[in-house]
């Protein structure tokens, strides 16, 4: 049994899932990679985390999917025997267009997979934290922009995570355990392209008061520090990541 802390972060094949794994394995965690279809970037990430030294598990699953995720936690426990951390970061959005325009099959994709999905994470790893732990959600700054006209239930999603974290940090204080969220806004990655704008980050970059968009490494820095012994007397708490939105 190797004695190095467990992570296990939702979404690590690209972006900030990706620099978090690596983020966690430069710090000394064996890290599970969750990803959904790209195999070959999740590998990849592997890679990066074991070139330091850790132990890398890839795993497969749609965290939408209850019968995935409880698979996918019995897969940690049988590799890893324990889970220290979990960061909930899988999200998607769709393209952008007003309420007006979208159908329940859209809406509800985005609500389980950004909702549902952290939920049952967080359900299984708390389960396994018998000597306390640390969850962190990744929200956005859309909870509190509410993006009109892009993807309301994509920002009404994250604010259905903010309220998770706030009445699940209640929760499980008393198994110390922490539960924290990130606000990430405006960040150089892939999934802009998904809601049909490669290049949202630089078409709205001059809004933000630093003038810039941000990047995966920054918005791991800051769930590295919530999970962290560094942030131990935190929880329900948020850090915007977002440009000074
Ligand atoms: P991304 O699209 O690059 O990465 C998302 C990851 O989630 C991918 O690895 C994808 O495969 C995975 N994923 C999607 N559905 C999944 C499922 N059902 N099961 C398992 N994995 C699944 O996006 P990103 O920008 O790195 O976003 C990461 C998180 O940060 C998301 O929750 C997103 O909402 C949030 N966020 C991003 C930004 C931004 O500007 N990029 C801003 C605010 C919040």
């Not at 329940?104 to 994709?109: K, L």
Request: aromatic fraction near 6%.
């Amino acid at each position: 049994m190797n004695s190095a802390p467990v992570v296990l972060v939702t979404g690590a094949s690209r972006g900030i899932g990706a620099a978090t794994a690596e983020l966690f394995a430069q710090n000394g965690y064996n890290v599970c990679i969750n990803y959904i279809k790209d195999t070959l970037s999740a590998n990849n990430v592997a890679k990066k985390v074991q070139s330091y030294g850790v132990n890398a598990l890839v795993l497969q699953a749609n965290v939408a999917n209850e019968d995935e995720v409880i698979a996918m936690f019995n897969t940690i426990d049988n590799t890893f025997g324990q889970i220290d951390v979990l960061i909930n970061n899988a999200g998607i959005l769709k393209p952008q267009m007003p309420l007006l325009n979208m159908n329940a099959q859209r809406i509800n994709e985005i609500l389980t997979t950004n909702v549902t999905s952290a939920f049952l994470c967080a359900r299984e790893a708390i389960k396994r934290m018998s000597s306390g732990g640390s969850i962190v959600n990744v929200s956005s700054g859309a909870a509190k922009t509410g993006s009109p006209n892009e993807y309301i239930d994509y920002a009404a999603s994250k604010g259905a995570i903010d309220t998770l974290t706030i009445g699940l940090a209640k929760e499980v204080a008393a198994l110390n355990i922490r539960v924290n969220g990130v606000r990430p806004g405006l960040i150089y990655t892939d999934m802009h392209r998904d809601g049909g704008e490669e290049n949202r980050v630089n078409r709205l970059k001059n809004k933000l008061p630093l003038g810039r968009g941000g990047t995966p490494e920054e918005v791991a820095a800051a769930i590295y520090f919530l999970a962290s012994e560094q942030a131990s007397f935190t929880t329900g708490g948020f850090i915007d990541v977002a440009g000074g939105l």
